[in-house]
């Protein structure tokens, strides 16, 4: 297993607006996946930050520059509800844009229908492991080309959250969570930091005034999760003007 980076300069980059914010975005993801001329692995993030981006991939124009074929979509935490559910990350990431372009079994969801959510974690560090071909994480091989990223009212990012015994894995790749910190309060399953940070760019985003609050509690407070989750090539926290405050 590899070490977590620690936190480290993490680059700023603001823009105007969120429809400026979901383009650059895509642009950063589509640039990763040009750099990687074999099998590509993007992992996705649930909420309301990403979508935008979402239904940009959904569009001619940016889904006729996805090479489909050779890239791999999974997800870094799960609400632990039915794929049917609208609190589902997967389902809403489907629902945009994979369903109509990503062959099916390049598609990887947590399996919310396991018995529980340690069963569901299980499987999927199974899956994980298997696409990677190892138990072991190698900083000269990352898992992930990109990992994207969201950044919760408490500062929490995928489900790993303050205070809770998760942020400290350093073993398990996945784990369950019995009980979230923040609505829905239900329970997850989520990628542990080692395998979030092996990842070529971990991309943050954020936009809105409601992210100022807990972007300016990040600057001072370096023990919450979303500075604790650090690629180890190219972290980016991606945001625009209402979200910082300029």
């Excluded at 996946?33 to 649930?46: E, P, V």
């Excluded at 996805?66 to 791999?72: A, L, M, S």
């Excluded at 492991?129 to 929490?156: S, T």
């Excluded at 395998?195 to 023990?223: N, T, Y």
Aim: aromatic residues 6%; proline residues 8%; charged residues 25%.
């Amino acid at each position: 297993m590899i070490a977590v980076p620690s936190p480290a300069t993490v680059e700023r980059i603001v823009v105007s607006d969120p429809i400026a914010l979901a383009t650059t975005a895509a642009e950063r993801m589509l640039a990763r996946i040009d750099a990687n001329r074999g099998r590509i692995a993007i992992c996705l993030t649930g909420g309301s930050s990403p979508q935008q981006l979402y239904r940009l991939l959904a569009t001619d124009r940016w889904s006729k520059r996805v090479p489909w074929d050779r890239t791999h979509w999974f997800i870094s935490d799960e609400r632990f509800v039915s794929p049917s559910d609208s609190r589902n990350n997967m389902a809403a990431a489907r629902d945009i844009f994979l369903d109509r372009f990503a062959p099916k079994d390049h598609v990887h969801p947590i399996r919310t229908g396991a018995g529980d959510p340690e069963q569901a974690a299980n499987l999927y560090e199974a899956e994980l492991q298997a696409f990677y071909g190892a138990a072991d994480l190698d900083p000269a091989r990352p898992l992930f080309d990109l990992v994207l990223m969201g950044i919760g009212p408490d500062g929490h990012t995928a489900s790993l959250f303050p205070g809770y015994p998760e942020l400290d894995e350093r073993k398990r790749w996945v784990v369950g969570v019995p009980q979230a910190h923040v609505e829905p309060f239900v329970p997850r399953v989520t990628l542990t930091l080692p395998p979030l940070a092996s990842c070529r760019e971990m991309l943050f985003e954020a936009a809105g005034r409601e992210k100022r609050s807990i972007l300016a509690r990040l600057s001072q407070d370096k023990s919450l999760p979303a500075n604790r989750a650090r690629s180890i090539g190219e972290t980016v926290l991606l945001a625009d003007q209402a979200a910082i405050g300029e």
